[in-house]
């Protein structure tokens, strides 16, 4: 799910990039931020069946990088949009962090498979203590 949800994030806001009408632009940003939230719900849900019995300190780590993007993140556009006069490079940015982020799941994942994803991606089942 999040591979998809990457991707389409990144063709969204590059199509926000190409700075089109309003209407336009605010349907493709609305779109490309509803999938920014499946995909937060997507790692929330992941935590428990990556982390286990330490799924509090995990989940409380990841809160904390997420605070840290929704300040950065905003920071970087603003500051794009003085260097170079458009929003544009800054919706470009975004674009490629969203790529860059689909290349590293990529990579990572595959080393979840046979721990604790099973065949087909299914989550193995995990005997309760």
Same mark, same amino acid.
């Given at each position: 799910?999040?591979?998809?949800?990457? @991707?389409?994030?990144? *063709?969204?806001?590059?199509?926000? %990039?190409?700075? =089109?009408?309003?209407? #336009? %632009?605010?349907?493709?940003f609305?779109?490309?931020? !509803?999938?920014?939230?499946?995909?937060?719900?997507?790692?929330?849900? *992941?935590? =428990?069946h990556?982390?286990?019995?330490? &799924?509090? $300190?995990?989940?409380?780590? +990841?809160?904390? %990088?997420?605070?840290?993007?929704?300040?950065?993140? =905003?920071? +970087?556009? @603003?500051?794009?949009?003085?260097?170079?006069?458009? #929003?544009?490079?800054? +919706?470009?940015?975004? %674009?490629?962090? !969203?790529? &860059?982020?689909? $290349?590293?799941?990529?990579?990572?994942?595959?080393?979840?498979?046979?721990?604790?994803?099973?065949?087909?991606?299914? &989550?193995?089942? $995990?005997?309760? &203590?």
């Amino acid at each position: 799910m999040l591979n998809i949800l990457f @991707g389409i994030v990144a *063709l969204l806001t590059m199509g926000v %990039a190409q700075l =089109p009408a309003l209407p #336009y %632009a605010v349907a493709l940003f609305v779109a490309a931020m !509803a999938c920014l939230g499946l995909g937060n719900g997507s790692v929330f849900q *992941l935590m =428990p069946h990556r982390y286990g019995k330490r &799924v509090g $300190v995990a989940t409380g780590i +990841l809160g904390a %990088a997420g605070s840290f993007g929704g300040f950065f993140l =905003p920071t +970087l556009l @603003g500051w794009l949009k003085q260097v170079s006069g458009s #929003y544009a490079s800054g +919706l470009a940015m975004l %674009a490629a962090l !969203a790529v &860059v982020a689909l $290349v590293i799941l990529s990579v990572v994942q595959t080393e979840w498979v046979g721990v604790w994803i099973g065949k087909h991606g299914r &989550v193995k089942e $995990v005997n309760a &203590v």
